[in-house]
Protein backbone atom coordinates (compact mmCIF):
# COMPACT_ATOMS: atom_id res chain seq x y z
CA UNK A 1 0.00 0.00 0.00
CA UNK A 2 1.42 3.48 -1.38
CA UNK A 3 1.18 6.19 1.46
CA UNK A 4 1.33 10.01 0.36
CA UNK A 5 2.61 12.22 2.98
CA UNK A 6 2.23 16.05 2.31
CA UNK A 7 4.00 18.93 3.49
CA UNK A 8 3.90 22.21 2.03
CA UNK A 9 6.96 23.52 0.03
CA UNK A 10 8.52 26.96 0.98
CA UNK A 11 10.18 29.32 -0.86
CA UNK A 12 14.32 29.16 0.22
CA UNK A 13 15.49 32.37 -1.70
CA UNK A 14 19.34 33.30 -1.52
CA UNK A 15 22.22 35.18 -3.32
CA UNK A 16 25.71 35.46 -3.79
CA UNK A 17 26.71 32.73 -1.44
CA UNK A 18 30.31 33.90 -0.23
CA UNK A 19 33.18 31.27 -0.78
CA UNK A 20 36.06 30.75 -3.32
CA UNK A 21 36.15 31.82 -7.02
CA UNK A 22 34.77 29.14 -9.24
CA UNK A 23 37.09 30.40 -12.17
CA UNK A 24 40.60 29.33 -12.13
CA UNK A 25 43.54 31.82 -12.46
CA UNK A 26 45.18 33.20 -15.46
CA UNK A 27 47.23 30.81 -15.51
CA UNK A 28 50.33 30.54 -17.79
CA UNK A 29 48.41 31.01 -21.33
CA UNK A 30 45.96 33.94 -20.44
CA UNK A 31 47.96 36.48 -18.51
CA UNK A 32 46.86 40.36 -17.70
CA UNK A 33 48.89 43.35 -19.27
CA UNK A 34 50.42 41.34 -21.72
CA UNK A 35 50.27 40.31 -25.17
CA UNK A 36 51.19 37.02 -26.20
CA UNK A 37 53.09 35.61 -29.29
CA UNK A 38 51.30 32.63 -31.24
CA UNK A 39 53.49 31.23 -34.44
CA UNK A 40 51.51 29.42 -37.29
CA UNK A 41 53.75 27.32 -39.69
CA UNK A 42 51.96 25.66 -42.78
CA UNK A 43 51.72 24.72 -46.18
CA UNK A 44 51.33 27.71 -47.84
CA UNK A 45 48.70 26.03 -49.96
CA UNK A 46 46.74 24.98 -47.09
CA UNK A 47 46.58 28.63 -46.00
CA UNK A 48 45.38 29.90 -49.32
CA UNK A 49 42.66 27.45 -49.13
CA UNK A 50 41.65 28.64 -45.63
CA UNK A 51 41.49 32.10 -47.06
CA UNK A 52 40.24 31.49 -50.57
CA UNK A 53 37.10 32.99 -50.89
CA UNK A 54 34.13 30.75 -51.31
CA UNK A 55 35.62 28.98 -48.58
CA UNK A 56 34.31 30.76 -45.93
CA UNK A 57 31.85 27.86 -44.11
CA UNK A 58 34.74 25.56 -44.52
CA UNK A 59 35.19 23.86 -41.40
CA UNK A 60 38.36 21.31 -42.68
CA UNK A 61 41.36 21.28 -40.21
CA UNK A 62 44.86 22.24 -42.24
CA UNK A 63 47.61 20.71 -40.57
CA UNK A 64 50.40 23.42 -38.87
CA UNK A 65 53.40 23.89 -36.46
CA UNK A 66 52.17 25.82 -33.50
CA UNK A 67 54.80 27.83 -31.56
CA UNK A 68 53.77 29.96 -27.94
CA UNK A 69 55.53 32.74 -26.57
CA UNK A 70 54.99 34.99 -23.51
CA UNK A 71 56.80 36.14 -20.25
CA UNK A 72 56.05 33.02 -18.67
CA UNK A 73 56.38 30.51 -21.03
CA UNK A 74 58.09 29.34 -24.58
CA UNK A 75 56.55 26.03 -26.18
CA UNK A 76 55.34 24.13 -29.14
CA UNK A 77 53.08 21.50 -30.76
CA UNK A 78 53.79 19.76 -34.28
CA UNK A 79 50.68 18.73 -36.11
CA UNK A 80 48.19 21.18 -35.04
CA UNK A 81 45.12 21.92 -36.51
CA UNK A 82 44.00 25.02 -37.69
CA UNK A 83 40.89 26.45 -39.56
CA UNK A 84 38.47 29.07 -39.46
CA UNK A 85 35.78 30.32 -37.05
CA UNK A 86 32.65 32.25 -36.49
CA UNK A 87 29.51 32.55 -37.93
CA UNK A 88 28.95 36.51 -39.91
CA UNK A 89 33.17 36.55 -39.12
CA UNK A 90 34.20 34.39 -41.13
CA UNK A 91 33.30 36.83 -44.37
CA UNK A 92 35.16 39.36 -42.64
CA UNK A 93 38.24 40.37 -44.36
CA UNK A 94 40.08 39.82 -41.14
CA UNK A 95 39.34 36.24 -40.21
CA UNK A 96 39.53 34.65 -37.11
CA UNK A 97 41.03 31.02 -36.34
CA UNK A 98 40.62 28.05 -33.95
CA UNK A 99 43.73 26.19 -33.37
CA UNK A 100 43.21 22.33 -32.45
CA UNK A 101 45.75 20.62 -30.41
CA UNK A 102 43.79 17.36 -30.26
CA UNK A 103 42.29 17.15 -33.83
CA UNK A 104 45.27 14.92 -35.16
CA UNK A 105 46.61 13.46 -32.21
CA UNK A 106 43.66 12.55 -29.85
CA UNK A 107 43.72 13.57 -26.54
CA UNK A 108 46.94 15.85 -26.28
CA UNK A 109 46.01 19.12 -24.51
CA UNK A 110 48.47 22.58 -24.32
CA UNK A 111 49.00 23.62 -20.73
CA UNK A 112 45.31 21.98 -20.21
CA UNK A 113 43.64 23.44 -23.37
CA UNK A 114 42.72 21.62 -26.43
CA UNK A 115 41.90 24.56 -28.50
CA UNK A 116 42.04 28.08 -28.91
CA UNK A 117 39.84 30.54 -30.05
CA UNK A 118 41.99 33.64 -31.89
CA UNK A 119 38.87 35.65 -32.61
CA UNK A 120 39.90 39.11 -34.71
CA UNK A 121 37.10 41.04 -32.94
CA UNK A 122 36.18 43.00 -36.24
CA UNK A 123 33.28 45.19 -34.77
CA UNK A 124 35.58 46.12 -32.29
CA UNK A 125 37.34 49.09 -32.96
CA UNK A 126 39.33 48.32 -29.15
CA UNK A 127 39.32 44.66 -28.90
CA UNK A 128 38.92 45.18 -25.76
CA UNK A 129 34.81 45.27 -25.21
CA UNK A 130 34.72 41.69 -24.74
CA UNK A 131 37.96 41.08 -22.74
CA UNK A 132 36.58 43.29 -20.35
CA UNK A 133 33.02 41.54 -19.55
CA UNK A 134 34.87 38.15 -19.70
CA UNK A 135 37.16 40.05 -16.92
CA UNK A 136 33.95 41.19 -15.00
CA UNK A 137 32.36 38.02 -14.98
CA UNK A 138 35.21 36.27 -13.81
CA UNK A 139 35.59 38.51 -10.84
CA UNK A 140 31.84 38.43 -10.07
CA UNK A 141 32.05 34.31 -9.55
CA UNK A 142 30.25 34.16 -12.81
CA UNK A 143 31.65 31.01 -14.70
CA UNK A 144 32.99 31.94 -17.57
CA UNK A 145 36.24 32.08 -20.38
CA UNK A 146 39.45 33.16 -20.23
CA UNK A 147 40.98 35.54 -22.44
CA UNK A 148 44.62 36.99 -23.49
CA UNK A 149 45.41 39.10 -26.50
CA UNK A 150 48.04 37.39 -28.88
CA UNK A 151 50.24 38.70 -31.76
CA UNK A 152 49.57 36.37 -34.57
CA UNK A 153 52.20 35.54 -37.22
CA UNK A 154 51.79 32.98 -40.24
CA UNK A 155 54.36 31.87 -41.90
CA UNK A 156 56.75 34.99 -40.32
CA UNK A 157 53.59 37.48 -41.44
CA UNK A 158 51.95 39.37 -39.00
CA UNK A 159 48.70 38.99 -39.35
CA UNK A 160 47.75 41.24 -36.79
CA UNK A 161 46.36 41.08 -33.26
CA UNK A 162 43.51 38.72 -31.97
CA UNK A 163 42.10 37.90 -28.79
CA UNK A 164 42.20 34.27 -27.60
CA UNK A 165 39.44 33.11 -25.81
CA UNK A 166 39.43 29.81 -23.22
CA UNK A 167 37.44 26.90 -24.79
CA UNK A 168 34.31 25.92 -23.49
CA UNK A 169 34.38 22.18 -23.51
CA UNK A 170 35.12 19.12 -20.89
CA UNK A 171 37.98 20.91 -19.03
CA UNK A 172 36.11 24.08 -18.62
CA UNK A 173 33.46 22.40 -16.65
CA UNK A 174 36.02 20.30 -14.87
CA UNK A 175 37.95 22.97 -14.17
CA UNK A 176 34.68 24.90 -12.66
CA UNK A 177 33.08 22.38 -11.19
CA UNK A 178 35.20 19.02 -10.80
CA UNK A 179 33.06 17.39 -12.90
CA UNK A 180 31.99 17.04 -16.94
CA UNK A 181 29.73 14.95 -16.60
CA UNK A 182 26.51 16.38 -17.58
CA UNK A 183 24.84 17.88 -21.06
CA UNK A 184 26.39 20.94 -22.54
CA UNK A 185 24.29 23.31 -25.28
CA UNK A 186 26.05 26.02 -27.72
CA UNK A 187 22.93 27.81 -28.28
CA UNK A 188 22.84 30.21 -31.37
CA UNK A 189 20.46 32.07 -33.49
CA UNK A 190 17.20 31.08 -32.88
CA UNK A 191 17.48 29.51 -29.41
CA UNK A 192 14.65 31.80 -27.33
CA UNK A 193 14.34 28.76 -24.86
CA UNK A 194 10.35 28.33 -25.95
CA UNK A 195 9.12 24.40 -25.55
CA UNK A 196 9.75 24.14 -29.56
CA UNK A 197 11.08 20.78 -30.42
CA UNK A 198 11.73 21.78 -33.85
CA UNK A 199 14.19 24.56 -32.61
CA UNK A 200 15.47 22.38 -29.57
CA UNK A 201 16.06 19.68 -31.66
CA UNK A 202 17.98 21.44 -34.22
CA UNK A 203 21.98 21.01 -33.51
CA UNK A 204 22.13 24.31 -35.64
CA UNK A 205 20.39 26.08 -33.16
CA UNK A 206 21.16 23.78 -29.90
CA UNK A 207 24.69 22.26 -30.53
CA UNK A 208 25.72 20.07 -28.09
CA UNK A 209 29.19 20.49 -27.37
CA UNK A 210 29.52 18.02 -24.34
CA UNK A 211 27.47 14.90 -23.31
CA UNK A 212 25.23 11.72 -24.48
CA UNK A 213 23.63 12.44 -27.72
CA UNK A 214 21.39 9.63 -27.72
CA UNK A 215 18.35 11.90 -26.45
CA UNK A 216 17.73 15.80 -25.18
CA UNK A 217 15.10 14.29 -22.35
CA UNK A 218 16.91 17.09 -19.68
CA UNK A 219 17.06 19.69 -21.89
CA UNK A 220 13.02 19.24 -23.02
CA UNK A 221 11.76 18.97 -19.51
CA UNK A 222 14.00 22.15 -18.56
CA UNK A 223 12.28 23.64 -21.61
CA UNK A 224 8.72 22.63 -20.47
CA UNK A 225 8.88 23.68 -16.92
CA UNK A 226 10.09 27.29 -17.58
CA UNK A 227 7.42 27.55 -20.26
CA UNK A 228 4.75 25.85 -18.14
CA UNK A 229 5.35 26.74 -14.63
CA UNK A 230 4.47 30.14 -13.42
CA UNK A 231 4.46 31.94 -10.06
CA UNK A 232 5.71 29.48 -7.00
CA UNK A 233 5.93 26.60 -9.21
CA UNK A 234 7.85 28.44 -11.11
CA UNK A 235 10.42 29.72 -8.75
CA UNK A 236 10.43 26.82 -6.87
CA UNK A 237 11.64 25.02 -9.94
CA UNK A 238 14.50 27.41 -10.45
CA UNK A 239 15.97 27.33 -7.13
CA UNK A 240 15.90 23.81 -7.35
CA UNK A 241 16.90 23.15 -10.87
CA UNK A 242 18.79 26.21 -12.29
CA UNK A 243 21.59 28.65 -10.93
CA UNK A 244 19.57 31.87 -10.59
CA UNK A 245 21.80 34.03 -8.52
CA UNK A 246 24.21 33.44 -11.23
CA UNK A 247 21.86 34.10 -14.29
CA UNK A 248 20.57 37.45 -11.93
CA UNK A 249 24.23 38.63 -12.21
CA UNK A 250 25.09 37.62 -15.53
CA UNK A 251 21.92 39.39 -17.48
CA UNK A 252 22.94 42.44 -15.47
CA UNK A 253 26.30 42.82 -16.59
CA UNK A 254 25.03 41.64 -20.21
CA UNK A 255 22.43 44.49 -20.20
CA UNK A 256 24.41 47.16 -18.34
CA UNK A 257 26.79 46.88 -21.25
CA UNK A 258 24.88 46.58 -24.08
CA UNK A 259 25.25 43.03 -24.97
CA UNK A 260 21.99 42.91 -26.74
CA UNK A 261 23.64 40.20 -29.00
CA UNK A 262 22.16 37.98 -26.29
CA UNK A 263 19.28 35.78 -25.41
CA UNK A 264 17.37 38.34 -23.88
CA UNK A 265 17.52 40.37 -26.96
CA UNK A 266 18.47 38.50 -29.96
CA UNK A 267 18.07 34.84 -28.32
CA UNK A 268 21.80 34.08 -29.91
CA UNK A 269 25.32 33.10 -27.87
CA UNK A 270 25.17 31.51 -24.90
CA UNK A 271 25.51 28.14 -23.60
CA UNK A 272 23.45 26.10 -21.37
CA UNK A 273 25.24 23.19 -19.39
CA UNK A 274 23.09 20.43 -17.19
CA UNK A 275 25.34 19.18 -14.66
CA UNK A 276 24.20 15.91 -14.26
CA UNK A 277 25.76 15.54 -10.46
CA UNK A 278 23.94 18.42 -8.99
CA UNK A 279 21.01 18.59 -11.53
CA UNK A 280 21.66 22.07 -11.78
CA UNK A 281 21.21 23.83 -15.09
CA UNK A 282 23.78 26.79 -15.62
CA UNK A 283 23.57 29.99 -18.10
CA UNK A 284 27.04 30.79 -19.83
CA UNK A 285 27.63 33.81 -21.55
CA UNK A 286 30.11 33.88 -24.86
CA UNK A 287 30.79 36.17 -27.65
CA UNK A 288 30.81 40.12 -25.86
CA UNK A 289 32.05 41.76 -28.59
CA UNK A 290 28.64 43.49 -29.92
CA UNK A 291 28.98 45.49 -26.47
CA UNK A 292 29.63 49.17 -25.16
CA UNK A 293 27.45 50.68 -28.02
CA UNK A 294 28.37 48.65 -30.89
CA UNK A 295 24.66 48.39 -32.80
CA UNK A 296 23.49 47.02 -35.56
CA UNK A 297 19.72 47.31 -35.18
CA UNK A 298 19.13 50.72 -34.64
CA UNK A 299 18.38 51.21 -30.78
CA UNK A 300 20.42 53.30 -28.55
CA UNK A 301 21.48 50.81 -25.64
CA UNK A 302 23.26 53.63 -23.58
CA UNK A 303 19.84 54.94 -22.72
CA UNK A 304 17.68 51.84 -23.27
CA UNK A 305 15.29 50.91 -20.17
CA UNK A 306 17.48 48.33 -17.96
CA UNK A 307 14.22 47.02 -16.65
CA UNK A 308 12.46 46.61 -19.92
CA UNK A 309 15.49 45.72 -21.75
CA UNK A 310 14.26 42.53 -22.88
CA UNK A 311 12.79 41.77 -26.73
CA UNK A 312 9.61 43.61 -26.48
CA UNK A 313 7.66 40.81 -28.99
CA UNK A 314 9.51 37.78 -28.87
CA UNK A 315 9.02 35.14 -26.61
CA UNK A 316 12.00 35.18 -24.20
CA UNK A 317 10.18 32.94 -21.40
CA UNK A 318 13.33 32.26 -18.74
CA UNK A 319 14.27 36.05 -19.06
CA UNK A 320 10.26 37.05 -19.03
CA UNK A 321 9.50 35.43 -16.17
CA UNK A 322 12.47 35.87 -14.36
CA UNK A 323 12.38 39.90 -14.61
CA UNK A 324 8.49 40.02 -14.28
CA UNK A 325 8.97 37.69 -10.81
CA UNK A 326 8.93 40.70 -7.66
CA UNK A 327 11.67 38.85 -5.75
CA UNK A 328 13.76 37.85 -8.75
CA UNK A 329 13.36 41.42 -10.27
CA UNK A 330 14.30 43.14 -7.50
CA UNK A 331 17.59 41.34 -6.80
CA UNK A 332 18.35 42.36 -10.47
CA UNK A 333 17.91 45.71 -9.97
CA UNK A 334 19.91 45.22 -6.52
CA UNK A 335 22.80 43.93 -8.03
CA UNK A 336 22.87 46.87 -10.87
CA UNK A 337 23.11 48.97 -8.33
CA UNK A 338 26.18 47.48 -6.38
CA UNK A 339 27.68 46.88 -9.65
CA UNK A 340 27.47 50.29 -10.98
CA UNK A 341 28.76 51.35 -7.68
CA UNK A 342 31.92 48.52 -7.62
CA UNK A 343 33.32 48.51 -10.94
CA UNK A 344 31.10 49.77 -13.55
CA UNK A 345 31.73 53.65 -13.50
CA UNK A 346 34.34 55.97 -15.54
CA UNK A 347 35.98 56.20 -12.27
CA UNK A 348 36.88 52.76 -12.11
CA UNK A 349 37.02 51.69 -15.69
CA UNK A 350 38.66 54.79 -17.47
CA UNK A 351 41.92 53.75 -16.11
CA UNK A 352 41.45 50.21 -17.19
CA UNK A 353 40.95 50.67 -20.25
CA UNK A 354 43.68 53.69 -20.69
CA UNK A 355 46.17 50.66 -19.91
CA UNK A 356 44.69 48.27 -22.39
CA UNK A 357 44.84 51.35 -25.23
CA UNK A 358 48.46 51.96 -24.47
CA UNK A 359 49.60 48.25 -24.29
CA UNK A 360 47.41 47.38 -27.75
CA UNK A 361 48.19 50.17 -29.63
CA UNK A 362 51.54 49.46 -31.27
CA UNK A 363 49.90 45.73 -32.29
CA UNK A 364 47.29 48.05 -33.82
CA UNK A 365 49.85 50.00 -35.58
CA UNK A 366 51.62 47.03 -37.12
CA UNK A 367 47.85 45.77 -37.74
CA UNK A 368 47.72 45.80 -41.39
CA UNK A 369 44.33 43.55 -41.65
CA UNK A 370 42.99 46.29 -38.60
CA UNK A 371 41.79 48.61 -41.69
CA UNK A 372 40.49 45.96 -43.95
CA UNK A 373 36.69 45.48 -42.09
CA UNK A 374 35.64 49.20 -41.68
CA UNK A 375 38.61 51.21 -43.13
CA UNK A 376 39.68 52.21 -39.99
CA UNK A 377 43.28 53.58 -39.07
CA UNK A 378 45.43 54.35 -35.76
CA UNK A 379 43.81 57.49 -35.11
CA UNK A 380 40.06 55.83 -35.18
CA UNK A 381 41.49 53.64 -32.67
CA UNK A 382 42.96 55.98 -30.18
CA UNK A 383 39.45 57.80 -30.31
CA UNK A 384 37.32 54.75 -30.29
CA UNK A 385 38.05 55.01 -26.31
CA UNK A 386 35.93 57.75 -25.46
CA UNK A 387 34.06 58.83 -28.22
CA UNK A 388 31.65 57.04 -31.13
CA UNK A 389 33.26 56.08 -34.85
CA UNK A 390 31.10 55.86 -37.98
CA UNK A 391 28.21 52.94 -38.76
CA UNK A 392 27.77 51.04 -36.26
CA UNK A 393 29.83 52.11 -33.56
CA UNK A 394 27.61 54.60 -31.81
CA UNK A 395 29.74 54.86 -28.23
CA UNK A 396 32.87 55.22 -27.48
CA UNK A 397 33.73 53.13 -24.37
CA UNK A 398 33.71 56.13 -21.97
CA UNK A 399 30.60 57.95 -23.39
CA UNK A 400 28.73 54.76 -22.92
CA UNK A 401 29.74 53.83 -19.78
CA UNK A 402 28.84 57.72 -18.82
CA UNK A 403 25.34 57.36 -20.53
CA UNK A 404 24.58 53.85 -19.67
CA UNK A 405 25.06 54.93 -15.42
CA UNK A 406 23.75 58.16 -15.87
CA UNK A 407 20.55 56.63 -17.22
CA UNK A 408 20.37 53.53 -15.32
CA UNK A 409 20.60 55.29 -11.93
CA UNK A 410 17.24 56.85 -12.85
CA UNK A 411 15.91 53.47 -14.02
CA UNK A 412 16.83 51.46 -11.39
CA UNK A 413 14.27 50.45 -9.12
CA UNK A 414 14.60 48.33 -5.45
CA UNK A 415 11.90 48.00 -3.16
CA UNK A 416 10.96 46.52 0.36
CA UNK A 417 9.48 43.00 -0.95
CA UNK A 418 7.87 41.03 2.35
CA UNK A 419 9.53 37.36 1.90
CA UNK A 420 6.90 35.93 3.17
CA UNK A 421 4.15 34.31 0.55
CA UNK A 422 0.63 32.83 1.55
CA UNK A 423 -0.45 29.87 0.66
CA UNK A 424 -4.38 29.68 -0.72
CA UNK A 425 -7.02 27.24 1.15
CA UNK A 426 -5.85 24.03 -0.95
CA UNK A 427 -6.23 21.00 0.89
CA UNK A 428 -4.60 17.68 0.05
CA UNK A 429 -6.22 14.56 1.86
CA UNK A 430 -6.34 11.85 3.37
CA UNK A 431 -2.82 11.38 5.26
CA UNK A 432 -1.88 8.72 4.84
CA UNK A 433 -4.03 7.89 1.65
CA UNK A 434 -4.08 4.15 -0.39
CA UNK A 435 -3.63 4.71 -4.13
CA UNK A 436 -5.81 8.14 -4.58
CA UNK A 437 -4.77 11.81 -3.91
CA UNK A 438 -7.70 14.03 -3.13
CA UNK A 439 -7.14 17.76 -4.03
CA UNK A 440 -9.79 20.61 -2.41
CA UNK A 441 -10.27 23.59 -3.96
CA UNK A 442 -12.81 24.79 -1.25
CA UNK A 443 -14.92 28.08 -2.88
CA UNK A 444 -12.17 29.46 -4.86
CA UNK A 445 -13.87 31.19 -8.11
CA UNK A 446 -11.67 30.15 -11.67
CA UNK A 447 -12.28 28.71 -15.23
CA UNK A 448 -10.65 25.85 -14.72
CA UNK A 449 -7.06 24.75 -13.40
CA UNK A 450 -3.75 23.02 -14.30
CA UNK A 451 -2.07 20.29 -12.12
CA UNK A 452 1.19 19.26 -12.44
CA UNK A 453 3.37 16.55 -10.75
CA UNK A 454 7.27 17.17 -11.13
CA UNK A 455 10.01 14.81 -10.04
CA UNK A 456 13.31 16.35 -8.60
CA UNK A 457 14.91 16.81 -11.48
CA UNK A 458 12.51 18.87 -13.06
CA UNK A 459 10.82 16.32 -15.35
CA UNK A 460 6.94 16.66 -15.64
CA UNK A 461 5.75 13.13 -14.24
CA UNK A 462 1.69 13.98 -14.72
CA UNK A 463 -0.33 16.83 -15.90
CA UNK A 464 -4.17 17.24 -15.65
CA UNK A 465 -6.25 19.80 -16.66
CA UNK A 466 -9.75 20.33 -15.05
CA UNK A 467 -12.79 22.18 -15.23
CA UNK A 468 -13.49 23.66 -11.74
CA UNK A 469 -15.21 21.39 -9.03
CA UNK A 470 -15.10 21.26 -5.62
CA UNK A 471 -12.64 18.70 -5.14
CA UNK A 472 -10.65 15.98 -7.52
CA UNK A 473 -9.22 12.32 -7.24
CA UNK A 474 -6.17 11.66 -8.65
CA UNK A 475 -4.41 7.93 -8.99
CA UNK A 476 -0.70 7.24 -8.00
CA UNK A 477 -0.86 4.07 -9.13
CA UNK A 478 1.51 4.30 -11.73
CA UNK A 479 3.48 6.73 -9.29
CA UNK A 480 7.20 5.25 -8.41
CA UNK A 481 8.59 6.20 -4.72
CA UNK A 482 10.45 9.33 -4.12
CA UNK A 483 9.42 13.17 -3.65
CA UNK A 484 7.41 15.38 -5.91
CA UNK A 485 6.27 18.94 -6.70
CA UNK A 486 2.53 19.22 -6.71
CA UNK A 487 2.05 22.40 -8.21
CA UNK A 488 -1.27 24.29 -9.00
CA UNK A 489 -2.46 26.74 -11.46
CA UNK A 490 -5.76 28.47 -12.05
CA UNK A 491 -7.44 30.97 -14.64
CA UNK A 492 -9.10 33.38 -12.93
CA UNK A 493 -12.63 34.67 -14.07
CA UNK A 494 -10.75 37.54 -15.93
CA UNK A 495 -8.67 35.09 -17.94
CA UNK A 496 -5.07 35.20 -16.50
CA UNK A 497 -3.61 32.15 -14.64
CA UNK A 498 -2.13 32.17 -11.25
CA UNK A 499 -0.07 30.18 -9.31
CA UNK A 500 -2.22 28.93 -5.82
CA UNK A 501 0.22 26.16 -4.38
CA UNK A 502 2.82 24.25 -4.66
CA UNK A 503 3.68 21.58 -2.21
CA UNK A 504 6.15 18.27 -1.98
CA UNK A 505 4.86 15.17 -2.25
CA UNK A 506 6.51 12.08 -1.01
CA UNK A 507 5.40 8.55 -2.07
CA UNK A 508 6.10 5.46 -0.17
Known amino acids: MKKILLTLSFLTFYFFVLGQNINPSDGLLFPENEVNRVDITMDPADLEFLLAPGNEENREYKVCIFEFQNSQLT?????VGIRLRGNTSRYAPKKSFKISFNKFIKGREFYEEKKFNLRAEHNDPTLSREKSLLKFFREKNIPSARSSHVALYINDDYYGLYLNTE??????????????????????????????PNLYLNDDIYELEEGDE???????????????????????????????????????????????????????????????????????????????????????????????????TD???????????????????????????????????????????????PYIAADTYYTTNYGWTVSDYDRSFSAPLDGHVAYGIADFIATRVQYANNQIIITSIDP???????????????????VDFDDLDY????????????????????????TFSFSMKDIHKGTYILAIEIETPQGSWQQVSSKKVVVL
Open 315 to 361: PRPLAQKVLSDPYYRNEYNKFLRSFIDETFNNSMLDPYFDVQHDLLR
Open 167 to 196: QIDDLFLESRYATEDGKLYKCSYGADLTND
Open 447 to 470: KRSIITLINLQGQTVKRWEKRPDH
Open 75 to 79: DSLHN
Open 214 to 312: SNRNELASFLDSINILNGEAFRSYLDRNFDIATYIKTIGIEHLSGHWDNYSYNKNNFLIYWNEESNMWTYFPYDLDNTYGIDWVGLDWGTRDINEWIHP
Open 420 to 438: IRLQPLVKIYPNPVSQYLM
